[in-house]
């Protein structure tokens, strides 16, 4: 199916695939720095088709087809993109899968959207991952750069291996939407984690943590022992869609 735009308010324009289907539908949301062409959103695109169930995969603002400048996104604006999707583009229930900051969004879509999230899958996520990088991830060199000039590169292990920019607005903005310093996140839909032990960006410890922040009592977290952080080899593609069958046919079940 062709790709299609979502109009914002401000002009900005959401690239997006959507395909109508049985509900409770399936909403991707990528990582930082990602698109919804990657290995996993295209699979789960495919076994949506293969189940004829309503399945929606986008670009936030400034990331693959979709308009905006990269440098100028914000967590709220892609927190705020992600809504919209919902809201305008989808139809019934929906299960969130999210992976890596797109677990950080989907959380926030669910405390948003509360009567629309019949259950999450997150994927190596990370919530509050701008915190993180001001903590200490960042090296010095980084943060003066930061200072200085308002911006540092980041190392890119992935794709071509260019460097890429991050702002310091980005890290001021992203200190609003972090879940992880309350004492509980208000979710209690069911919610299951994949999360490889040999992730070099996002600590497989930070489920743990999520898992036991999440108000919800139905929450499993899946370690995968070589897994890296992208978890998208033939085996975590099979491993996410069993998952997810898993998930949607409990999710099915309970609303009989």
């Known amino acids: 199916m062709a790709e299609a735009t979502l109009q914002r308010s401000d002009g900005e324009r959401l690239a997006y695939v959507h395909h109508p289907g049985k509900t409770p539908g399936v909403v991707f949301f990528a990582g930082f720095n990602s698109n919804m062409q ?12 293969e189940q004829g169930r309503q399945f929606t995969r986008f670009d936030y603002f400034g990331h693959g087809a979709s308009s905006g400048d990269f440098e100028a996104g914000t967590v709220g604006r892609w927190i705020g993109d992600a809504i919209a999707v919902l809201d305008e583009l989808t139809a019934g229930p929906q299960v969130l899968v999210g992976s890596s900051m797109g677990g950080w969004i989907m959380l926030q879509v669910a405390l948003a959207r509360p009567g629309r999230v019949s259950a999450l899958l997150g994927i190596a996520p990370a919530p509050d991952f701008t915190a993180t990088l001001r903590g200490g991830r960042l090296s010095p060199e980084q943060m003066l750069q930061l200072e200085l000039s308002g911006a540092c590169d980041i190392e890119n292990c992935y794709d071509d291996g260019q460097p890429y920019t991050i702002s310091r607005q980005l890290l001021d903005e992203g200190a609003d939407h972090c879940l992880l310093q309350g004492e509980e996140i208000a979710i ?14 996002v600590p497989w410890e930070r489920s743990l943590l999520l ?46």
């Open 188 to 201: 209690d839909c069911p919610v299951r984690i994949l999360h490889g032990q040999r992730d070099p960006d």
């Open 38 to 49: 990657g290995d996993k959103a295209l699979a789960l695109d495919a076994w949506c088709r």
């Open 211 to 256: 898992a036991e922040k999440l108000a919800s009592v139905d929450v499993v977290v899946s370690f995968i022992k070589d897994g890296d952080h992208r978890l998208s080899r033939p085996q975590d593609l099979q491993r996410l869609l069993r998952t997810l069958d898993s998930l949607l046919q409990q999710v099915e079940g309970a609303a009989v």
